[in-house]
C-alpha cells in the first residue's frame, strides 16, 4: 500500500520521526542538502515512497510504474539547485514564475497604453531526480535553522515521472536545458533550466539522459539543439543595429549574464554578451 495517498502530507510529516544517522541529527538541511536527500528524504532500503510532498494533480503518477521501477522502490540519484522557468501553461499551473517591470537599457520602466510592461523571470528551484521521477521544489528548506532531526518534508510544484520527459532541447551554447514532460489530460509540462554555465548543463544532460531513456524506443525520444535559431536572431539583431554594429563578422561566443542596477531594489535583469 501507498500511505500517501490515504493520509495528508502535513500528518505525515508531523508524525515523521527523523531516522537517520543518529550522528546527523544535528546538521543543519541547507548545508548538507544532498546527505538529507540521501539519507532521509529518500531512506536507503525503506518500502515508502520519497517523503516529500506532491499536489493533489500529480499523485496519480505515485501509483504508475516507470518502466522496470515500481513507485514504492524510489530511490535518490541527485539534485541541482538552478534557475528555471515554466513556459507552457501546464507548467504555469504548478508554479507562477516571479514578474518584474520590464526597463530600457538606461533603466526607465516600460509602458503601453498606460500600464507597466511586466516580464516573467526564472526561479531559483532543486531540481531533484531519483531513479524513477523528476521532482521540481522552489524553496528547501524554507528556514535556515531546520536541523536533521525537524524532519521536515520537502514541496514539490510538480512531480513527473522520468519516464515521460520525451523531449530535451540543448540550448545557447550549452548553457540552457528546455525539458518536455507528457500531460496525457492538457498540453506538456515545458521547464526550461538556465544554468548559463557549460560543464553544468552537459553533466545535468548526461544524468537525464540515462533514465529518460530507458526502455524506450526508437523515436520516443526526442533530443535536439537549437543553436541555429539562435545565430539566426543574433544575425537578425546586428543587422539592425548601428553602422558599427552591422555584419559584425564571427560569433566568438555569446553569455547570459545578470546585470545589477546601480538603483540597489530594481534587482538584476538577464542579459546576453555577444563577443
Known amino acids: 500500500s501507498i500511505p500517501y495517498l490515504n493520509l495528508g502530507f502535513d500528518k505525515l510529516e508531523n508524525d515523521a520521526v527523523y531516522d537517520g544517522p543518529p550522528e546527523h541529527s544535528s546538521y543543519l538541511i541547507f548545508a548538507h542538502l544532498e546527505l538529507y536527500f540521501r539519507n532521509y528524504v529518500f531512506k536507503p532500503s ?22 522496470n521501477v515500481v513507485a514504492s522502490s524510489e530511490n535518490y540519484v541527485t539534485y541541482w539547485h538552478e534557475d528555471t522557468i515554466p513556459t507552457s501553461s501546464a507548467a504555469i499551473r504548478s508554479f507562477n514564475p516571479p514578474t518584474f517591470p520590464l526597463r530600457t537599457f538606461n533603466g526607465e520602466m516600460v509602458a503601453r497604453r498606460g500600464r507597466k510592461v511586466m516580464m516573467a523571470d526564472t526561479h531559483k528551484t532543486i531540481l531533484l531526480l531519483s531513479n524513477a521521477a523528476f521532482y521540481v521544489i522552489k524553496t528547501f528548506p524554507e528556514n535556515d535553522t531546520d536541523e536533521f532531526s525537524s524532519a521536515v518534508f ?61 526502455g524506450k524506443g526508437e523515436g520516443e525520444f526526442v533530443l535536439d539543439n537549437d543553436d541555429a535559431r539562435v545565430f539566426d536572431a543574433l544575425a537578425n539583431a546586428t543587422s539592425r543595429g548601428s553602422e558599427a554594429t552591422k555584419g559584425g563578422g564571427i560569433i566568438r561566443h555569446y553569455q547570459t549574464v545578470r546585470q545589477k542596477w546601480s538603483v540597489e531594489e530594481r534587482g538584476t535583469v538577464r542579459r546576453v554578451v555577444v563577443l
Open 46 to 67: 525503506s518500502s515508502d515512497l520519497a517523503r516529500i510532498k506532491i499536489p493533489p494533480s500529480f499523485r496519480a503518477s505515485l501509483l504508475r510504474r516507470n518502466n
Open 154 to 214: 520537502p514541496q514539490a510544484c510538480a512531480r513527473h515521472l522520468i519516464s515521460d520527459l520525451r523531449r530535451v532541447t540543448i540550448g545557447f551554447g550549452f548553457q540552457r536545458l528546455t525539458l518536455y514532460f507528457t500531460n496525457p489530460h492538457h498540453d506538456d509540462f515545458v521547464y526550461v533550466v538556465l544554468s548559463t554555465q557549460k560543464k553544468k548543463t552537459a553533466a545535468m544532460l548526461q544524468k537525464l539522459l540515462t533514465y529518460a531513456r530507458e
